[in-house]
């Protein structure tokens, strides 16, 4: 998915926190970024799904743009 349309729905002053969560989801190796037709899109690994969802709904009580799954 592209960090455009998973910024789309969110708050203008949000959005630096959106890009800080997806900062921190790489770096916990929970989603891969990767560069497509000049831009950078996101995916979860198959075998990282469980976890990347348990990071969020960790999260989702503490940040309003995280809706939990």
């Known amino acids: 998915m592209q960090e455009e349309s998973l910024c789309r729905s969110v708050k ?3 959005v630096g926190f ?3 969560a997806l ?3 790489i770096k916990k190796e ?3 970024r990767y ?3 000049n831009r950078y899109d996101y995916c ?3 075998e ?3 976890h990347a ?3 969020l709904n960790r999260y989702s009580s503490t940040y309003g743009w995280i809706v939990e799954i």
């Open 12 to 14: 203008k002053h949000e």
């Open 18 to 20: 959106v890009k800080d």
């Open 23 to 25: 900062k921190m989801l």
């Open 30 to 32: 929970a989603i891969h």
């Open 35 to 37: 560069k497509s037709q």
């Open 44 to 46: 979860i690994k198959r």
């Open 48 to 50: 990282n799904f469980k």
């Open 53 to 55: 969802l348990s990071l």
